[in-house]
């Protein structure tokens, strides 16, 4: 199976700034894609970002949140199952719970959560005005 290890997650102010990480291990090599969502208190799942390698790669930002963040892999370490979120200009509407996940299903990599058939425990973000 796949394990996902979320962290970076804290309390900033409007404006401000966080890097999410996501650690992958086990079975790596099946994950076809990875996707970032975030879930505040009374509100749906909302996938926010998505990315896969296949001849290079791939990235997708939600409307909500493109020019704001940006989702890659660890470019120090290639072989690292590392990958990144950094969040910029957040603004309370950014708060909630983050969730790291991966989709072993080839196939198109989405925004919809139930595609995904692995995830982490996520990680709180919290951003005051």
């Known amino acids: 199976q796949v394990r996902l290890v979320e962290s970076g997650g804290g309390s900033v102010q409007t404006g401000g700034s966080l890097t999410l990480s996501c650690e992958a291990s086990?079975?790596?090599?099946?994950?076809?894609?990875m996707g970032w969502f975030r879930q505040a208190p009374g509100k749906e799942r909302e996938g926010v970002a998505t990315?896969?390698?296949?001849?290079?790669?791939?990235?997708?930002?939600?409307d909500s949140v493109r020019g704001r963040f940006t989702f890659f892999k660890d470019q120090k370490d290639p072989g690292s199952n590392r990958l990144y979120l950094q969040m910029n200009n957040l603004t309370p509407e950014d708060t909630g719970r983050y969730y790291c996940?991966?989709?072993?299903?080839?196939?198109?990599?989405?925004?919809?959560?139930?595609?995904?058939?692995?995830w982490g425990q996520g990680t709180q973000v919290t951003v005051s005005s």
């Open positions: 996940a991966a989709d072993t299903s080839p196939g198109s990599c989405t925004l919809w959560g139930p595609d995904y058939q692995h």
């Open positions: 086990g079975k790596t090599l099946l994950i076809y894609c």
């Open positions: 990315i896969y390698f296949n001849e290079g790669v791939t990235t997708r930002l939600a």
